[in-house]
C-alpha cells in the first residue's frame, strides 16, 4: 500500500508564494516519474509539472517562470514552489508518482494524493 500526504495549500493574495509538499510512504521500491496537477470547479484536471527520476522537469507554459518542481529520493518527497502567484491559479493541487513496488519489476503503478486547495485572492 502507497500512501501520499500532501501539505502546504492556503489562501494568498495575488504575488504571493506558496511551497506545497507531497510526502509518499509505505511499500515502495523506487518511484520513478512525479509530477503535480490542478484542478480548477469546472475546469479539467491539467499538469502543472512533472520531474523525472533523474530530475529532468517540465512545465506548463502557464506556470514556467513562476514555479519551481523539486524532490528529495531519500524521504520520497517532492515540492511544488509558487512564487508570483495569479488568481488564475486557483485550484486543488494534486501530487501524482509512478512507483516501482519491487525490485527487479519494470512495471510503475500511479497513486494520486488527496488534493490540497490553494486560493490567490486578487
Known amino acids: 500500500q502507497v500512501h501520499l500526504v500532501e501539505s502546504g495549500g492556503g489562501l494568498v493574495q495575488a504575488g504571493g508564494s506558496l511551497r506545497l509538499s507531497c510526502a509518499a510512504s509505505g511499500s515502495i521500491f523506487r518511484i520513478n516519474a512525479m509530477g503535480w496537477y490542478r484542478q480548477a470547479p469546472g475546469n479539467k484536471r491539467e499538469l502543472v509539472a512533472t520531474i523525472s527520476s533523474g530530475g529532468s522537469t517540465n512545465y506548463a507554459d502557464s506556470v514556467k517562470g513562476r514555479f519551481s518542481i523539486s524532490r528529495d529520493n531519500v524521504k520520497n518527497t517532492m515540492y511544488l514552489e509558487m512564487n508570483s502567484l495569479k488568481p488564475e491559479d486557483t485550484a486543488v493541487y494534486y501530487c501524482?508518482?509512478?512507483?516501482?513496488?519491487?525490485?527487479?519489476?519494470?512495471?510503475?503503478?500511479?497513486?494520486w494524493g488527496q488534493g490540497t486547495q490553494v486560493t490567490v485572492s486578487s
Open positions: 501524482n508518482i509512478d512507483v516501482y513496488l519491487r525490485y527487479g519489476s519494470a512495471v510503475t503503478y500511479p497513486y
